[in-house]
Nanobody, 117 residues
């Protein structure tokens, strides 16, 4: 069974940085674009960033220039480096991957990011 295990959340002051990691139990070349989503209390889950197998990236406008998504194929892991954090970035962050075949969507367990003002 495919598993995605997240790590790296926590509490940080505004302006600080955190790095999230998502480790997969299989080669990440099995996945279509992998990504990160977040969900704040009372809000819908929203896309934060994605990265493809040829390392094309896409970001939500709210995080462009502050967040960077990257991958390490050998470690079967992708990352979200978050800099210049703002209180509005506070949310539970989920990693996401869609397996190419058989098609299936996987989610990490979620990690809390809290940014204090």
């Amino acid at each position: 069974q495919v598993q995605l295990v997240e790590s790296g959340g926590g509490l940080v002051q505004a302006g600080g940085s955190l790095r999230l990691s998502c480790a997969a139990s299989i080669s990440i070349f099995n996945f279509k674009p992998m990504g990160w989503y977040r969900q704040a209390p009372g809000k819908q889950r929203e896309l934060v960033a994605t990265i493809t197998n040829d390392e094309r990236t896409n970001y939500a406008d709210s995080v462009k220039g502050r967040f960077t998504i990257s991958r390490d194929n050998a470690q079967k892991t992708w990352y979200l480096q978050m800099n210049s954090l703002k209180p509005e970035d506070s949310a539970v962050y989920y990693c996401n991957a869609v397996r190419i075949w058989p098609t299936h969507t996987y989610w990490g367990q979620g990690t809390q990011v809290t940014v204090s003002s």
